[in-house]
Every structure is written in structure tokens, then in C-alpha cells.
């Protein structure tokens, strides 16, 4: 009876020192890697239409932003329309104006000017087969726009003389407007981001003439809103890169943008 009891006692010992030793709570599994969007799931057509499960695919999926990269500046007359004619003057402005304050900059390696002129189907698609004819990775779509609001001003009331149309400033030309840029992953047809530099033009002029005055001062302006414009992108890139690399909390070399919706945690 002895010998069972001195038995028992210590196998009973055993046991609570191996379960001292034993972690209160078990080792958790590794997190499971983020799921990340590959390619585009929009229709191959300018209305790049989504079924519910593809909308719901792109938004629980995290992107992968590789930069620096490779970037094409594109030269629109409508925001996302690769098909509408685009001016000598916004082409100008793009590549003079926009295109050189981003070069140089960390996250674009090379920027290059793009022509709308090749063949597409129009819409956010026609960009990315564009920009695969490039190889660029990304693309920045640069645009701009006015609102007109030209009226007579107090000189008008001397216009019945005939002579004072000549003599009298009594038009204000005046407009406002917007240069825009988008920055494109063409990987996923996703929109980066959009940010725009309101301008402004307002003066004096005599009625012969003040149409072509105020299309010079539009394209003044403009110039010196698509300067602005290029601070403004890499503004907005700097803080894109920020948000990915505090999402990834330096443990993973590529840098993801997380996902709008995620599951609820059970």
C-alpha cells in the first residue's frame, strides 16, 4: 500500500509540473497572408462594368503599390476620355508644365509622354491598353476645364455710341476653373487618387478682341495651376507610400494598400 501511495504521489507530481510548464494559451497560427488584386475585373469596354461579385472581389482585396516606377503623363480634354480630341495647348501644358515638376521626383523613375492618338476603346480601359503599348505601370491623366462667366461690365452703356465698342473696356472676361490629375494603377484599372488646382482669371477688355484675350489668359493661368498641380501629386503620393508602409508596419517588403471592407473579426 505504501509503495502504491509513493506511487501515486509521484505521478500526480508529474503531472503538475508538466502542466507548469505548458503555455496558459496555445501558440496562434500565423496570420494568413493579405489577399492582393492582380488584374482588372472591369468589362473591356468604356462603361467597365462590374458584376456584384466582382465589386465585392475588388473591395475585400488589398493592392500592391510598387513604386518608384515607370509613369506616363496623359494629355486629356475630358477626365478619362482618351477618346475626345485633345488641344495643342493642354498637350503643351502636360508635358511643359505638369510632366517636368514631377520629374525627378523618388517614386517616378521615368516619366514619359503619352498620345491618346493609338487605338482604344475609350473610357479607363483604353487607358491601360495605352499604357501597356508604353510599359508604364502607372498612369497620371492630366486634364483642365473653365467655366465661363463673362458679362458687360459699367463701360457698356457708352456701346449704343458706336463709337465707344472701341474706346471703352466693357467686357470682364472672367472664368473658373480647375486643373486636374489622376493618378491610374493599370494593373487594376484602380484610381490612386484625384487632386485638382482651382484657377482663376478675371479682367478688363475691349469687346474687339476679348475673346481671344481671355483664351490667352486662360492658358496663363492654367500653366502656372499645372505647376501647382505637380506639388499637389507628389503630395499625394508621399502620403499614398506613408499609408501602405504603416499599414505593412515594416514586415513585408511589398507595400499593400488594405482593403476598404474587411471581415469582422469572429
Not at 503555455?23 to 475585373?41: D, G, K, R, T
Not at 475691349?206 to 502656372?224: E, F, L, N, P, Y
Request: hydrophobic share 45%.
Amino acid at each position: 500500500m505504501t509503495t502504491r501511495a509513493s506511487l501515486l504521489l509521484s505521478l500526480s507530481l508529474l503531472g503538475c509540473g508538466a502542466q507548469a510548464a505548458a503555455p496558459i494559451h496555445a501558440p496562434s497560427a500565423a496570420a494568413a497572408p493579405v489577399p492582393v488584386l492582380a488584374h482588372s475585373l472591369y468589362s473591356k469596354d468604356p462603361s467597365g462594368s462590374l458584376s456584384e461579385g466582382e465589386l465585392q472581389t475588388i473591395l475585400s482585396t488589398a493592392i500592391d503599390l510598387q513604386l518608384p516606377a515607370r509613369v506616363g503623363v496623359v494629355p486629356l480634354a475630358e477626365p478619362y476620355n482618351p477618346k475626345a480630341s485633345v488641344s495643342i495647348t493642354t498637350r503643351h501644358l502636360a508635358a511643359r508644365d505638369f510632366a517636368a515638376g514631377i520629374t525627378g521626383s523618388k517614386w517616378y523613375s521615368q516619366i514619359s509622354d503619352v498620345s491618346t492618338d493609338l487605338p482604344n476603346v475609350g473610357g479607363l480601359e483604353g487607358l491601360r491598353v495605352i499604357a501597356a503599348r508604353y510599359r508604364v505601370r502607372y498612369l497620371l491623366l492630366f486634364s483642365q476645364r473653365f467655366d465661363d462667366a463673362t458679362h458687360l461690365n459699367g463701360w457698356a452703356w457708352t456701346y449704343p455710341t458706336v463709337v465707344g465698342m472701341f474706346l471703352a473696356p466693357g467686357v470682364t472676361v472672367e472664368s473658373h476653373g480647375v486643373v486636374q490629375a489622376d493618378l491610374l494603377d493599370v494593373r487594376t484599372g484602380t484610381i490612386l487618387f484625384t487632386t485638382v488646382e482651382p484657377v482663376h482669371v478675371k479682367g478688363v477688355e475691349w469687346m474687339i478682341g476679348a475673346g481671344r484675350s481671355h483664351k490667352t489668359a486662360q492658358d496663363a493661368a492654367a500653366a502656372v495651376g499645372a505647376k501647382a498641380l505637380a506639388k499637389r501629386v507628389l503630395t499625394e503620393t508621399e502620403a499614398l507610400v506613408r499609408f501602405a508602409d504603416n499599414y505593412a508596419q515594416e514586415k513585408a517588403k511589398v507595400r499593400i494598400i488594405p482593403s476598404p471592407v474587411q471581415a469582422a473579426a469572429p
